[in-house]
């Protein structure tokens, strides 16, 4: 049904001359198979030529429709019925005739009626989807712009925290300041990346590494220190996506800090991968280990990722790396694939 609706939107649109031949050409097919059956129909029948009127309403359209069925009573009259010439002499068959031109054109007119439907319904589809597109477009420039500006509102905060950070003298109020300051800055990060297109989810893979890019300018400079990143690409909804950007943020400034005193050489290794229902983000180094780093003040790092993981759905675990150092996994429920 589907292919012979598709076939009779392209014959609709041809010429009116063309659907007029096509229409004429069904009738005259069906006007010999009429003759050739001839004698074993009961006269006066006409039933051969109603699929011709249909067919023709059907593909070619109304008016085409309309001259199979005058054309069709036209050619009854002259060749099948008695008289001479179009005059048809037999009141029955006369009554026929008139009959078969009525049912013809009640065909016709119920074919024209339900294509003039189906086109007004295909008119109002092709306006709400068009509705629909410039719906979903105005949503993702109104999400840009609001990504825009809470952007920029988020990096003024930052620099106002960096700016009253190293006016104190107070290190631990300094201290304090900066690591907020460094937090509003992850966060805007992450309205960064939504703001460079219209879909609801952050991808991981570029908020990742240029997070590290950044911690790797801002706090091991010439030290002897690798910080390596291996995620894959995934995409996150915005809360989903800054929970784990912070705690990325969290686990390696610690590792940064108080990982590698004295100039230590060590690497730092962050890596997000699928594994089964979950994604699975680990923040290990080879650094002095757990018990030193608490004792220098890495503990509310750790608590805050801790607090972000429930807020996923998920567990930190924090463990002694394989050799030295220290290994903190994150582990939550992951998106559909």
Known sequence: MHELLALAARSRALPAWMRSLGASGLTLAALALQMLLRDSLPPGQLLLFVPAVL??????????????AAFSAALAAYFLFQGEGFAVSDPAEAFALVLFICVGL???YVLQELFGALDRRAAETSAALACATKTERMKGLYLQEMAHRTKNDLQFVASLLQM???????????????SAASRVAV???????????????????????????????ALIGLRPIALRTEVTDCALGVDEARAVALIVNELVVNALEY??????AGTVKVRLAREGDDLALTVEDDGVGLASMESKGAGFGQKLARSLAQQLGGAVTIDAGEKTGLRCELRFPAPPA
Request: glycine share 8%; hydrophobic share 50%.
């Open 55 to 68: 067919f023709s309403a059907l593909l070619f359209g109304g008016d085409a429709g309309g001259w199979a």
């Open 187 to 217: 966060v805007s990060r992450v309205y960064a990346l939504l703001q460079q297109g219209a879909a609801l989810d952050v991808e991981m893979r570029p908020l990742i590494d240029d997070l590290c890019a950044d911690l790797r300018l």
């Open 106 to 108: 009640c065909i016709v």
């Open 164 to 178: 009253e950070g190293r006016a104190l003298d107070d290190e631990d109020r300094r201290a304090s300041l900066l």
């Open 259 to 264: 990982a590698f005193p004295e100039d230590r």
